[in-house]
């Protein structure tokens, strides 16, 4: 059952505790992020890209020799207007997803009900979900066989995979009893496990697509 | 521009970006970091300017948000302004050819500046007192100049 507890009962931090803990959260972060892209490196160094010359299957052969593939890969404005489409979709989904993972890790908006947050901020990152997939599957089309042969892209499709498991998780095991917890600061550990998950995944997401340009 | 030459010869031959010029994965790992703080300050600027619109927790006070918010927006500028330095070390010379480097910079500086003088103007005004225009105005040129500024980054990739 739900504590009665009373928003208004919620502690406000005062401003130098948060500021800090804020710190302190941010260097976590960068600490995760520098870990995950040395770790993305080392997988990645593990399976070297696979030489030109290596045979793709048909259907990647045949999406890269389509016109739309060409297209875009030669065009001076089309590719670049679809990447800057995509670091914009990334802010939306990221930049608006990390705030309902920060809640569910009490870090911040520790006054909202968890159900406000996912109300009001989980439409703007499912806009830029739909963004950065619309534009990352024609980036994809785009390069299809020097994707198919790069390890960061299988890498980046596994953590997304991944991530997808997690949201699903927390859709079906969580989300349904989200409203036992709604005002709490420390919510359930599955839910707070969901949530750093979450903020791992997609750091690494958005790590792994940044080295993978760097290999094409 | 050319007296700015100077510096942009400076930070070119600086043992940091030479560091940096000389690895093969400290430029995208640094890279990695700013995007990643990018990420989270375009979230915390959207949510606050979504917030002013009246879409995103309506019936919470801006000011309270603001103050919640500001921490995050201020610690992520940081880390994109420290990993933004890095890699321009590496670069300062491309940079200096650059014409949407010098946008970005002029647009980051535009940014930084109405954040923190007008925006924090309307962001902190007694919400009883301030026409809702003047809210809607902040977060239409704050998301502007913010995004504009993410573009720009992306641009001097490219052209």
């Known amino acids: ?216 | 521009m050319h007296y700015l030459l100077p510096i942009f010869k400076w930070f070119g031959a600086s043992s940091i970006g030479l560091t940096i010029n000389d690895s093969r994965w400290l430029f995208p790992a640094i890279e990695a970091v700013h995007i990643v703080a990018l990420a989270l300050l375009c979230g915390a600027i959207l949510i606050l300017n979504l917030r002013l619109f009246g879409i995103t927790l309506p019936g919470k006070p801006v000011r309270q948000l603001a103050e919640e918010l500001a921490p995050w927006t201020l610690v992520s500028l940081l880390i994109i302004l420290t990993s933004g330095l890095l890699l321009f070390s590496s670069e300062a010379m491309k940079a200096y050819a650059s014409v949407p480097f010098q946008v970005k910079m002029v647009l980051l500086f535009a940014a930084i500046a109405f954040h923190y003088t007008i925006y924090r103007k309307v962001i902190y005004a007694d919400e009883t007192q301030i026409r809702p225009v003047w809210n809607k105005l902040a977060a239409v040129v704050s998301l502007v100049l913010w995004f504009s500024v993410g573009l720009g980054g992306r641009a001097i990739g490219f052209l």
């Open chain 1, 1 to 216: 059952m739900a504590r009665q507890l009373t928003l208004e009962s919620v502690s406000r931090p005062s401003g130098l505790d948060y500021a800090k803990r804020v710190f302190l959260g941010l260097i976590a972060g960068i600490i995760v992020s520098v870990v995950v892209a040395a770790g993305v490196w080392t997988l990645s160094a593990a399976f070297p890209s696979k030489p030109e010359a290596t045979p793709v299957p048909a259907i990647v052969e045949w999406i890269y020799h389509t016109n739309t593939s060409s297209g875009i890969r030669e065009s001076l404005w089309v590719f670049p207007i679809i990447e800057g489409t995509h670091l914009l979709g990334i802010a939306l989904s990221a930049g608006a997803l990390c705030w309902f993972d920060l809640r569910l890790l009490g870090l911040a908006l520790r006054d909202e009900r968890i159900s406000r947050v996912w109300k009001y901020v989980m439409p703007v990152a499912f806009v830029g979900f739909g963004l950065v997939f619309l534009t990352g599957f024609l980036l994809f089309w785009a390069e299809a066989a020097t994707a198919y042969r790069s390890p960061h892209f299988w890498i980046k499709m596994g953590l997304i995979a991944l991530a997808g498991l997690n949201a699903l998780f927390f859709e079906t095991k969580l989300h349904p009893k989200m409203t036992e917890w709604d005002i709490a600061v420390t919510t359930p550990l599955a839910a707070r496990v969901a949530g750093v998950v979450s903020l791992v995944l997609w750091t690494a997401i958005i790590i792994t697509g940044r080295t993978m340009a760097y290999t094409f």
